[in-house]
């Protein structure tokens, strides 16, 4: 949640300095001063392999006989789409637990109630009472551990969904910048 937040805050950020800027080459400038997010690790290194791939990078000035080829425009996408993927993924990487302890909480509940009930019934074998005052203790506390089961699976499945939901989010938001800078570049004459 604590992560989530945090770049929510530099997404705002980020989106206001590159709003203010009005050529690619100030937006530069601004988020070179921010600390790093998935927005600034993603315009660095479309900018960076821009620069690769034509000297000067953005300080130089557009010159259409200097466009980039239709191979190095799709590497260039290529290298936004995968920056996209790796922040996509650096961002789920503690979701799978959530998951785990969603299906797996059930599941050890279940076994403490079998382990829980079995008991009662040995009880019942060995006293030779078979009456529900003699099991209804046994089997009532054989049931804590489907509740405490259920009680760690609930929230943690709810977590799970609302944090996908996030990541995927935050990833089409890097989807959608990406083809916004493709597209800027365009637009001020650098491709």
Known sequence: MWQFRR???AA??????????????EAEQAVAAMPASPYTRLFKEGITF????????LHRAP?????????????????????????????????PWLATFGSVSPLLGLLGTVLGVMDAFIGIATSGAGNIAAV??????????TVAGLAVAIPAVIAY??????????????EGFARELIVTLAREGHL
């Open 63 to 95: 010159d259409r006989s200097q466009a980039l080829t239709p191979t190095q425009l799709e590497a260039l996408r290529m290298v936004l789409d995968s920056q996209v993927d790796a922040e996509h993924d650096q961002l789920g990487r503690f979701i």
């Open 12 to 25: 705002d950020t980020f989106f206001r300095a590159v709003a203010h800027a009005t050529r690619l080459d």
């Open 50 to 57: 821009f620069s690769e791939i034509r000297p000067g990078g």
């Open 7 to 9: 770049l929510s805050a």
């Open 136 to 145: 209804a203790p046994g089997v009532a506390e054989a049931l804590v551990t």
């Open 161 to 174: 969904n609302i944090f996908t939901a996030r990541q995927n989010f935050i990833a089409a938001e890097l």
